[in-house]
């Protein structure tokens, strides 16, 4: 009978631990992605595949971004602002530990956000950083920012990427072993392969259901697809190959998301080019795009048309695609006034994406519908950084402006669109001055309306945030209101 | 009649293509400049017999026009390489294991142990993706193999009897190889340059497939493959029709190297009989 019983609790003894294999089994993720980071430093480097591996799942800032883009706190639990806008006293979560054992206090977050805004500083969003004139602290969970002058945007700012906090017990060794407060703790990094995350036991918040992840870096479409299809990864995010995406719908054991982004596609004009420095030119130009052709040949049909550079999820998005119309007639109407009745010739210069390759194509077959005569040149990222984004030796180009609230750029005239209009420049610093909302929203729409009726660039249309994962993977983020792929909800379903 | 079927055969393909890319600066069914969106991703069927692509053009006109590419590419190329390397060659034989002929062959020997492709993409890379300079790389690579060619050749033209004679009439060695040896090249250098095109046509279609050929819009059957690549397991005729016209054509054209060498050289016909 003893012995009938210890057989009874050994066979117990095994069926937990069968059971607990087969749980272990599922709480592991592969999520792949197509562009792999150039090192692990959110906050040295203008490269998104950085955010979309560590942001949230291993550094945190003081405020962050949450799924629906709202900014919620972060390592900060609250915050005063002062009457007059300009002072931001942070109360920090007490306790908060980075994955090396050291904690999290004020000295961190001020020798983060000094270190962000120095003069040697090689943030690559500085901008986000230059309104602070002091970072004080008060005791060791009490931070006391001063700004210069109010800045509407100033918690918005400090959920960026560019923005987490480090510390400077592992700011050496930040490139290749990333040390953060967040719920997954770095293990590996392959070079060309894959980064290996841990969970991180000691997160202050709710602790994440998966044990560990691993990013797999995929970069081209057919090996992507062949990927998902034979299941070796998980979650495939930011999917680079939209004509694929019914088969996965069709098929039981995957799910599609499509949600949106912040990437506005456009294409890009050289201001000071001549005749592309004409309005009218760029008017006709704008007139001849025909964007549901673009959006159902290039992208299968998965993306939002835009009249202007904004989001059209976002509250105070206005739709002037009305200003832009496919009215081919009217293009060359407007191409005679402008002293061009037989067209003209120029570069299109197209980056790698399919929704650049193949935009542009359809584009070039709808300008010289018109008269003009694009010449296509397809450019790798190094190249097309070189020549056109920073060369400006370029006439047109598509590309996907991926930044939230990035209308900005057209405030900067040395920016690669070269777009020089002191109306609009004087908006801009008005408008980072306000705190009002409802001011603010009437601002950000007359902004749009200016750069849609300069035609600045042509506004083609907002890029879908496509996501295939297997059916049973639950709480993936579906927008991308910025650069992430955040693990920390994301769970298996039984 | 026999001995003749593969020159036969592989006429017939190569001339179907030459017709067709021929024909495609008169007629072709629908114009591949406009590109129509709500037709994209037919099947063949009776408005376009070989279906439209992922822009709605039709395929069987991107055909056409891409046999145009795909000829013009391998037929510059291969006039590259004999307009140098047959000069070459011929220079080369007249000095025999002098300083000349090492430099020239070794210089040849130096292109030759390149892996063709590559250097073509680094050509291309280097100067630009485009046309013409695939025609310029897939050119450089011809001329070792017409240098070659026309030495051997050359080499045991000059021991003949008849050359004897040319050299004691005092004919120079220029005028000698122009005027007797070139002729008797001329054979050797069809098959050559039959079986060089075929190449040229394969290698065109490479450089297109990873985007260093002609660029859009002019159509290639390369490129087609490529843009067809994500979409193979939904629309496999987008691959298949421009795979099968490359297939088609190189088999033709090596077809009727083969056929050709046979014809013209009876000696080694009857060697494989």
């Known amino acids: 009978m003893i012995k009938s019983k210890k057989y009874i609790a050994a066979t117990a003894i095994a069926l937990t631990a069968v059971a607990s294999t087969s749980f272990a089994a599922s709480s592991d993720i592969t999520v792949a992605m197509q562009l792999e980071p150039p090192h692990l430093d959110p906050t040295s480097a203008a490269a998104g595949a950085i955010d979309s591996v560590l942001y949230s799942n291993v550094f945190e800032g003081l405020t962050r971004f949450a799924s629906d883009g709202a900014i919620i706190a972060g390592l900060a639990k609250s915050w005063d602002i002062s009457a007059e806008g300009t002072e931001y006293t942070f109360h920090l979560r007490a306790g908060v530990q980075f994955h090396d054992g050291t904690g999290m206090d004020a000295e961190d977050v001020k020798f983060s956000l000094d270190r962000a805004r120095s003069e040697d500083s090689t943030n690559a969003q500085k901008a986000l950083f230059s309104g602070i004139t002091d970072v004080a602290v008060v005791d060791s969970t009490t931070v006391k920012v001063t700004l210069d002058k109010p800045n509407g945007s100033f918690l918005f700012n400090m959920a960026w990427g560019d923005a987490v906090i480090v510390a400077p017990e592992s700011i050496e060794g930040i490139k290749n072993n990333p040390v953060g407060t967040g719920a997954f703790k770095f293990q590996n990094w392959v070079q060309g392969d894959r980064i290996e995350l841990a969970r991180n036991d000691n997160y202050w918040g709710s602790a994440p259901a998966l044990e560990s992840a691993t990013f797999k870096f995929i970069s081209d479409p057919t090996a992507a697809f062949a990927a998902v299809m034979a299941q070796d990864v998980d979650v495939f995010t930011g999917f680079p190959a939209p004509e694929n995406l019914p088969q996965f719908e069709a098929d039981a054991r995957f799910q599609v998301l499509e949600g949106s982004t912040e990437g506005e596609t456009i294409l890009s004009t050289n201001n000071k080019m001549p005749p592309l420095d004409n309005v009218k030119v760029r008017k006709a130009i704008a007139h001849a795009i025909d964007r549901q052709a673009i959006i159902d040949g290039a992208m299968f049909g998965y993306g939002t048309p835009i009249g202007t550079h904004f989001a059209p999820h976002h509250p105070d998005y206005v739709d002037l695609t009305g200003n832009s119309q496919h009215d081919p007639e009217l293009a060359k109407k407007l191409l005679a006034q402008a002293g061009f009745p037989n067209g003209f010739e120029t570069t299109l210069k197209l980056p790698p994406p399919s929704y650049a390759r193949r935009g542009g194509e359809i584009i070039a077959s709808q300008l010289r519908a018109v008269g003009i005569r694009a010449k296509i040149s397809n450019l790798e990222w190094a190249q097309w950084l070189e020549q056109v984004f920073r060369g400006k030796d370029y006439g047109l180009s598509i590309v996907s402006h991926t930044e939230p609230m990035d209308i900005g750029i057209y405030a900067r005239p040395e920016y690669y669109f070269q777009y020089d209009n002191p109306e609009f420049q004087a908006l801009m610093t008005d408008l980072s001055a306000t705190t009002d909302t409802a001011m603010r929203s009437e601002m950000l729409k007359k902004a749009q309306n200016i750069i849609s009726e300069d035609y600045v660039n042509g506004y083609l249309f907002e890029l879908a945030f496509t996501t295939v994962a297997d059916a049973k993977v639950q709480g993936l983020w579906k927008n991308s209101p910025t650069q992430a792929t955040d693990l920390t909800g994301v769970s298996w379903l039984d | ?273």
């Open chain 2, 1 to 273: 009649m026999r001995q003749y079927r593969s020159l036969i055969i592989g006429t017939f393909l190569s001339l179907i293509v030459l017709i067709a890319a021929t024909f495609s600066f008169v007629w072709i069914p629908y114009d591949i400049m406009q590109l129509s969106i709500p037709d994209k991703l037919q099947t063949p069927n009776w408005d376009h017999f070989l279906g439209t692509d992922h822009f709605g053009r039709d395929i069987l006109s991107m055909i056409m026009v891409g046999a145009r590419t795909s000829l013009a590419v391998a037929l510059l190329a291969v006039g590259i390489g004999m307009g140098i390397g047959v000069p070459l060659g011929l220079a080369a034989a007249t000095r025999r294991g002098a300083f000349l002929d090492e430099v020239i062959m070794r210089t040849n020997d130096l292109i030759f142990a390149f892996p063709s492709l590559v250097i073509a993409i680094l050509i291309t890379a280097l100067f630009g993706a485009g046309a013409m300079n695939a025609i310029i790389a897939i050119g450089i690579f011809n001329i070792p193999v017409f240098a070659r060619v026309s030495r051997g050749a050359a080499l045991s033209l000059w021991q003949k009897e008849f050359i004897l004679a040319a050299r004691v009439s005092g004919k120079s060695k220029l005028r000698i190889s122009v005027e007797h040896i070139l002729p008797n090249l001329t054979n050797l250098l069809i098959v050559q340059g039959t079986i060089q095109f075929s190449l040229g046509i394969l290698a065109e279609a490479g450089l297109s497939y990873v985007g260093l050929g002609a660029q859009p819009p002019t159509p290639s059957w390369g490129r087609m493959l490529a843009d067809a690549q994500t979409m193979v397991s939904f629309a496999p005729h987008l691959a298949l029709i421009p795979g099968s016209a490359i297939i088609l054509t190189v088999l033709g054209l090596n077809l009727m190297g083969d056929g050709l060498r046979d014809a013209l050289d009876p000696k080694l016909r009857k060697s494989r009989q």
